[in-house]
């Protein structure tokens, strides 16, 4: 149960901003282990988040409001590690070369390509949660924590398949999962997926749709990222945290939209 517990602080200290490094002892448990529990961070930030959602419409604001309140909270509890890695990736994608987007993606400066990939992903995530919420918030709010668990798997997932891209970094720091965390990660992150189906709104497409559209869009971008780079770093896991979310927000919205019933 002690080791359980280390590997699940281990993940929240590395994915997110919560104060909780005085409980990890001076030999920290190896980010690799702990990737099963990448979900469990993804928990976390969704459901504080779905909090504020559920807060702000409670409080008579619109759907837009706290669709925005809620993606606020969760840059603010990851202090937008995930962001800023799509970003420095996108950037990355303009160069030349495999060392010259290594070195961009490096650069603490953020350039237009970076604007661009995160003004269209924060947009798209905030019109998504904006159209769940006017279906009903309760959705909304699930949607949040399923989406942040999901695409946080697909961390793990990448982690274990894809080998590091630089010989220095978080991609290589955090080591190599076995297939069996990996595994773990994906079946913990589809739990929320199955609320969907006691809700009886679209019961198939919502347990089916999100997990394929999740990996769906964070596989093309792996190969992506695994024929420019030669593998991950930590810009790509944000990256593909980033797309995962996207991605499994859209199938939501599609699975609980009123014709897809």
Do not use: N
């Amino acid at each position: 149960m002690a080791r359980l517990w280390l590997q699940a602080v281990t993940a929240l200290v590395w994915l997110t901003r919560l104060p909780l490094g005085r409980f990890l002892p001076q030999s920290p448990v190896p980010l690799s282990q702990a990737a099963w529990v990448f979900p469990v961070a993804g928990l976390a930030v969704g459901t504080a988040a779905a909090a504020v959602l559920l807060l702000a419409d409670a409080l008579g604001l619109s759907a837009a409001i706290a669709a925005i309140l809620a993606i606020g909270v969760q840059v603010w509890l990851t202090g937008g590690l995930h962001e800023d890695g799509l970003a420095d990736y996108a950037d990355g994608c303009g160069g030349a070369t495999r060392a010259r987007s290594l070195e961009i993606m490096r650069d603490s400066r953020i350039g237009s390509y970076g604007v661009l990939a995160l003004s269209l992903v924060l947009g798209l995530r905030a019109a998504c949660l904006t159209q769940l919420g006017g279906l009903s918030p309760i959705l909304a709010a699930i949607s949040l924590i399923a989406a942040a668990m999901l695409s946080r798997a697909g961390m793990s997932a990448a982690l274990a398949l894809m080998p590091p891209a630089r010989e220095d970094g978080l991609g290589r720091a955090a080591g190599r999962p076995s297939g069996k965390a990996a595994a773990s990660a994906v079946v913990l992150s589809i739990i929320p997926l199955f609320i969907f189906t006691i809700s009886e709104i679209a019961p198939f497409a919502a347990a089916v749709f999100p997990p394929l559209a999740c990996l769906g869009a964070q596989a093309l971008l792996a190969r992506q990222a695994h024929r420019r780079l030669g593998g991950q770093t930590g810009d790509v896991l944000g990256a593909l945290q980033q797309t995962g979310e996207l991605a499994t927000l859209l199938a939501l919205l599609v699975a609980a939209s009123p014709h897809a019933a």
